[in-house]
């Protein structure tokens, strides 16, 4: 099952808001994929309980920073647009980003 894009103003797909630093992102979430293979084999060597938790724990932390920054690309450059063109959009972007950050905390 893949994950669906959201077009932009007009219902014209434009670049998101994090396209200009996609190769940093991107090297940020491999480093996330490195932790949780370590951690497949912190799991399958019987590594010490709490030393497994505490890398969980730097996942997570690793994980959140990149959704923070993913959700301020997504204000400062979706969002701000929207805002600008005003109408529905506007609106509509403001709930969703509402949304996403109810689903971050949540987490």
């Known amino acids: ?6 077009s ?4 014209a ?5 994090y ?5 940093a992102v991107g090297r940020r979430l491999r480093r996330v994929e490195g932790q949780v293979r370590g951690l497949q084999r912190m799991v399958e060597e019987d590594r010490y309980c709490i030393d497994v938790l505490e890398q969980v724990a ?11 920054e993913l ?17 529905e959009e506007a ?3 403001i709930d ?10 949540r987490s």
């Not at 797909?13 to 808001?17: E, Q, S, T, V, W």
């Not at 969703?96 to 905390?105: M, Q």
Request: with cysteine; hydrophobic share 45%.
């Open 1 to 6: 099952m893949g994950i669906k894009g959201r």
């Open 8 to 11: 932009g103003p007009g219902g």
């Open 13 to 17: 797909a434009g670049p998101p808001g």
């Open 19 to 23: 396209s200009e630093r996609k190769d």
């Open 58 to 68: 730097a996942a997570t932390r690793a994980l959140q920073a990149v959704a923070l």
């Open 71 to 87: 959700l301020d690309d997504h204000l400062s450059h979706c969002v701000a647009e929207a805002v600008k063109a005003g109408g």
């Open 91 to 93: 609106s509509a972007k």
């Open 96 to 105: 969703e980003a509402s949304a996403a950050i109810a689903r971050l905390v």
